[in-house]
């Protein structure tokens, strides 16, 4: 009842000078709206940068080939042939930080459809679990390719909206026919509008096919022999004993009577893009896809590795970091404005005692203990710094909500800022009204009564 009375009390006084409470808590109101906005404002900037890197996948891998070498020179990344469909295969089975694995095969070609042709910027041979991998699941229109259809090596193709824009003219292309490399090809599905990537290249600029088509039709690439020790090729130990997609063996029985190298064929294919369960698990991927493909590609310990793993870590962390930077920038402004209106909030007090020095005689002459004045003096100050407070976040959203509306910028609302801003207009009232408030309380009765 004691602390109702002490609250009440306060607000009459409040009441007695309301424009100059209105302009005392202005200060408070500007840094608190201030911190909501910026905060919402950080919030949504660093939403729409995730957004941006979960559309270059923020979670994805990729795999390439080795380097081959001949006479002391090297060819460059990608120049030996080393993965196949198995190897995907295997990583989505047996690293447990996988979500899904898509085999890739490109090629550069020119489509053509009626009187119109395009050279797409990406011209994928790939499996269903693409879209998995990429976030692109939801078509636009149609469906997607599957594994039957990569079993058959059918001509069958997904586009994206790019292709729609310049080969259709915005029509819709399901059930027409393109050619790649004068092989027909039957559209089936439209991908949903990507946009450009972070380093400005047209994701929707794009052909999906199976990789069995795109490989054997297209680029006319055949199986690729290659030779291994037949002491260490068999049927029980060889993890790529089956050819993909057919049904034949990926190696000859090995004889006992067999001596020397054996020729055998396999599938081999550009790129590996793998998925993981979430951002976290990249580093945990990325071991356990090379321990799998060291064992696989029997690469014995100390030998060079005869893949590349590549990962979005980088830029993320330096997006991230740069992010963190800008919002702590604002918030340091935002700040400075809390602390002027602190300040403006002490003044007020220290006038607002000078003015009520009688009253705080009579109290004191009538019993009051000089606890309760120091505690109402800061109650009042608590009152008004939490009033602004308010005040503030209401002003913060606003401005967060007209900035979403005119300039188009992301937001999005901070329930931490919103409670920190509370929290904070509360601290402010106590920091700064507590010396008006102690030198209230110190005030001698006698003294105070004859003051005019």
Partial sequence: MKSIRTVKTALRA????????????LGIVIGIAAVIAMMEIGNGSSIAIKRTIASMGANTLLVLPGTATSGGVTFGTGSAMTLTPQDADAIAD?????????????VRAQIVYGNRNWVPALIYGTSPDFLVVREWTDLAEGESFTDREIRNSSK??????????????????????????????RVIGVLKQKGA??????????????WTTIKYRVSGSSATVSNLSAETTTSSGNYLNQLYPGSSKLYPDVSSSSYGPQPVRFSNIDQILVATRTPEHIPLAMEQITILLKERHR???????DFRLRDMTEITRTLSSTTRVITTLLLVVAMISLVVGGVGIMNIMLVSVTERTREIGLR??????????LRQFLTESIVLCFLGGLFGISLGRLVSYLVT????????????AIIASVAVSVTVGLAFGYYPAWKASRLDPIEALRYE
């Fill in 156 to 185: 069958v193709c997904i586009v994206g909206q790019t292709i729609v824009r310049e080969l259709f003219e915005g029509q819709s292309p399901i059930g027409k026919e393109i050619r790649i490399k004068n092989v027909s090809f």
């Fill in 197 to 210: 990537n972070m380093m400005g290249m047209d994701q929707d600029d794009i052909v999906l096919a199976p």
């Fill in 405 to 416: 509306v005119f300039l188009n910028w992301p937001t999005a609302t901070s329930v931490e």
């Fill in 14 to 25: 409040l009441r007695r000078n309301l424009m100059r409470a209105a302009l005392t808590t």
């Fill in 94 to 106: 047996e690293c447990p930080a996988v979500l899904a694995t898509a085999p890739i095969v490109r």
């Fill in 299 to 305: 690469i014995r310990p100390g030998e060079p590795e």
């Fill in 364 to 373: 004191m002459a009538v019993g009051a203990e000089p606890a309760d004045i």
